[in-house]
């Protein structure tokens, strides 16, 4: 394992009503956020390969982690998303090796049929930080009632050293949407497009 890893929190949110009317069958979105050392806090690197590789280690051990908090099939999976937080020894492009190259193969990998861009944020914050993980439909990016955003935040985290990242996955969209455009029902997910 090459992320020191401090803590590791998952979060749970199941909507059975929205102004009185039922959500039937209830969204969940769950959360997985790990709290890890930055090897290059408070340093430039150049090569940022460990970072990179750490991302493929979390997109593995998140998802499966927030799969398990959903208690459905990879399969059945949504949508998703992606976020980290840098500490303030850290910069943004720590966050984004850990996001991008390598995070969203292991993570598709356990989903299924997900060709769709993983929505993502980044940016650097102190003890608390509020990350607004994006997220959309894992197989049409032109699904509008995924286009949501979940928000998590650990306490104790990010330390000026650390970072924080989150995966997030969702069992469907936004509560009674109907705001129009391709519905999941449409959706052929085989552009991560449409």
Same mark, same amino acid.
């Given at each position: 394992?090459?992320?020191?890893?401090r803590? /590791?929190?998952?979060?749970?949110d199941?909507?059975?009503?929205?102004?009185?009317?039922?959500?039937?069958?209830?969204? $969940?979105?769950? +959360? +997985?956020? +790990?709290? /890890?050392?930055?090897?290059?806090?408070?340093?430039?690197? &150049?090569?940022?390969?460990?970072? /990179?590789?750490?991302?493929e280690?979390?997109?593995?051990?998140?998802?499966?982690?927030?799969?398990?908090?959903?208690g459905?099939?990879?399969?059945?999976?949504?949508?998703?998303?992606?976020?980290?937080a840098?500490?303030?020894?850290?910069? @943004?492009?720590?966050?984004?090796?850990?996001?991008h190259? $390598?995070?969203?193969?292991?993570?598709?990998?356990? @989903?299924?049929k997900?060709?769709?861009?993983?929505?993502?944020?980044?940016?650097?914050?102190?003890?608390?930080?509020?990350?607004?993980?994006? @997220?959309?439909?894992?197989?049409?990016?032109?699904?509008?009632?995924?286009?949501?955003?979940?928000?998590?935040?650990?306490? &104790?985290?990010?330390?000026?050293?650390?970072?924080?990242?989150?995966?997030?996955?969702?069992?469907?969209?936004?509560?009674?949407?109907?705001?129009?455009?391709?519905?999941? +029902?449409?959706?052929?997910?085989?552009?991560? @497009?449409?």
């Amino acid at each position: 394992m090459k992320a020191r890893i401090r803590k /590791i929190v998952t979060v749970l949110d199941e909507t059975h009503s929205e102004l009185g009317r039922p959500v039937s069958p209830p969204i $969940k979105r769950a +959360a +997985a956020v +790990a709290v /890890i050392a930055n090897p290059f806090a408070g340093t430039y690197q &150049d090569d940022l390969a460990e970072l /990179i590789d750490i991302g493929e280690e979390l997109g593995d051990l998140l998802g499966r982690h927030a799969l398990a908090a959903l208690g459905i099939a990879g399969e059945a999976v949504q949508g998703y998303g992606k976020a980290a937080a840098v500490g303030e020894d850290g910069e @943004l492009e720590h966050a984004a090796a850990i996001l991008h190259p $390598k995070l969203g193969a292991p993570l598709r990998k356990l @989903l299924g049929k997900a060709p769709a861009l993983i929505p993502s944020s980044k940016k650097r914050g102190s003890l608390g930080v509020v990350l607004d993980v994006p @997220l959309g439909h894992k197989a049409a990016a032109y699904v509008r009632s995924h286009f949501d955003g979940m928000e998590v935040r650990i306490p &104790d985290a990010p330390r000026a050293g650390e970072i924080v990242v989150a995966v997030a996955l969702t069992s469907g969209g936004r509560p009674l949407p109907r705001v129009g455009g391709l519905t999941h +029902a449409e959706a052929k997910g085989e552009d991560g @497009l449409r």
